[in-house]
């Protein structure tokens, strides 16, 4: 947040509000949602006040992250110095709008995927710096998490089987390196590979860029053995059919890289 303010404020001050607006002067502001969605992240993109002016701004706040909004919705009421509202203004709402953004897209494919066994999770395709507010933003929406980083759980993909060789060769590679409390999954492209994978001792299996016929397949071939994940092609048209076909995650890179920010301003109570 600290550096999102100084995107604004780096070489100086607000120029069009020190110039319009008195300094001692005290408003109120309501947050307002301009569509239907899902809000989150709003106690940390309030942050842009408290840090512009600590304590300067009081917030009773109408919903909680994950809460749905309707299309003219009220989100916050804020009270305290006009100046330290307008100059915080766009940097709180581009957290704001971009998380809530986040949270609505979730919540889309996740009721899509109701009464399946198959969550929705994220992948690390996120705003660099932002990673773990935009997976808290998932969250919101109703979504789980894939890892955070490299060095939470491994993923042996295309390029490493490429560099080791075989799926044998790099499974054993990161069993004896890792250790046996490190969950290890495999990303496998053809049925083939899959039955490969099976061999090997893994957690879970990434079937990657299959459609739905052979993602059943897939399943069926898996037997519950190992957590399966579908990854690829998945759109809110095609969601329901990759969740019915009985894998346990759906992995959906854009809800983080590409969901439109939900509209949400801030408007001078006069």
């Known amino acids: 947040m600290r550096a999102a303010l100084l995107e604004d404020l780096a070489h100086g001050s607000d120029l069009t509000t020190d110039a319009i607006v008195p300094g001692d002067l005290r408003t109120t502001a309501r947050i307002l949602s301009r569509a239907d969605g899902v809000v989150a992240g709003l106690e940390a993109a309030l942050l842009a006040f408290e840090l512009i002016e600590p304590g300067a701004v009081r917030v009773r706040a109408s919903v909680e992250d994950g809460d749905a909004v309707k299309a003219g919705g009220l989100v916050a009421q804020l009270e305290g110095p006009a100046d330290v509202l307008l100059t915080g203004e766009r940097t709180m709402l581009n957290f704001l709008c971009r998380l809530s953004g986040i949270a609505t897209a979730t919540r889309a494919l996740v009721d899509a995927v109701a009464g399946t066994r198959a969550q929705v999770v994220d992948t690390r395709k996120t705003t660099p710096g932002l990673r773990v507010l935009e997976k808290y933003a998932v969250r919101c929406g109703g979504g789980g998490n894939h890892r955070f980083g490299l060095d ?67 399943v069926r071939i898996v037997g519950g053995s190992i957590i399966t994940e579908a990854s690829g092609g998945v759109r809110p048209d095609t969601i329901a059919a990759i969740a019915a076909t009985g894998v346990d995650l759906i992995s959906v890179g854009w809800l983080t890289h590409s969901a439109p920010a939900l509209d949400l301003g801030l408007d001078i109570a006069l």
């Open 152 to 218: 939470d759980a491994v993923l042996i993909k295309d390029n490493h089987l490429a560099l080791a060789g075989s799926i044998h060769e790099a499974v054993g590679r990161v069993r004896s390196h890792a250790g046996h409390m490190v969950k290890i999954e495999v990303e496998v492209d053809n049925l083939d590979q899959l039955r490969e994978v099976l061999r090997e001792p893994i957690d879970a299996v990434l079937l990657d860029n299959m459609k739905p016929p052979t993602l059943q397949e897939a």
